[in-house]
């Protein structure tokens, strides 16, 4: 109320409100409304309309980084042992007994060496280098629901009718939500 006994009332005019006392504001279009206190009343011949609120959630996602996976290649040495067959000569005397006479050529009776060339296999390592397996490293979107909450506010309408010849049509006291 005001500093007068006058009612108040209240204006909306494209989305702004205005109260004043004293007489109704001469724009017959505009919505008009006595205020007393905290309540509002419907002045005669006008309706009033009072918006009801709710609030709901909704999820949106985004993409952000979570980790990261480490492939990692370690060398790992190790002795192996291969058994290779290898073939050498060897020499081998044998002695004959022969019985008999001899003609001696130019060589007999002289002393000298003889060699004799032996062969033989020597085992050589090399090494290959191969391929045994390939890696393919790929990823992949996997889906899970997560349960998320929060609180939601909403207004809940109740009607009180005070006589029943206020009724206007409604079905009564109730609770709408």
Do not use: W
């Amino acid at each position: 109320m005001g500093g007068n006994d006058q009612p108040t009332h209240e204006h909306r005019v494209g989305g702004r409100v205005y109260r004043h006392a004293g007489e109704a504001h001469p724009e017959g279009s505009v919505e008009h409304r006595a205020i007393e206190g905290d309540v509002t009343h419907a002045v005669e011949g006008e309706t009033l309309e009072v918006p009801v609120f709710e609030e709901e959630l909704t999820a949106t996602t985004r993409e952000r980084e979570v980790g990261e996976v480490q492939v990692t290649k370690d060398v790992v040495a190790e002795e192996q042992v291969l058994e290779v067959p290898v073939t050498e000569e060897r020499v081998r005397v044998q002695r004959r007994a022969v019985q008999g006479d001899a003609t001696p050529d130019a060589n007999a009776f002289q002393e000298g060496t003889f060699e004799v060339p032996i062969r033989g296999e020597e085992v050589e390592l090399q090494k290959r280098t191969r391929v045994t397996e390939e890696l393919e490293i790929a990823k992949e979107a996997v889906q899970h629901t997560e349960q998320v909450g929060g609180t939601v506010r909403r207004e809940e309408v109740v009607v009180d009718e005070a006589t029943p010849s206020a009724r206007t049509g409604g079905t009564g006291t109730g609770r709408t939500s």
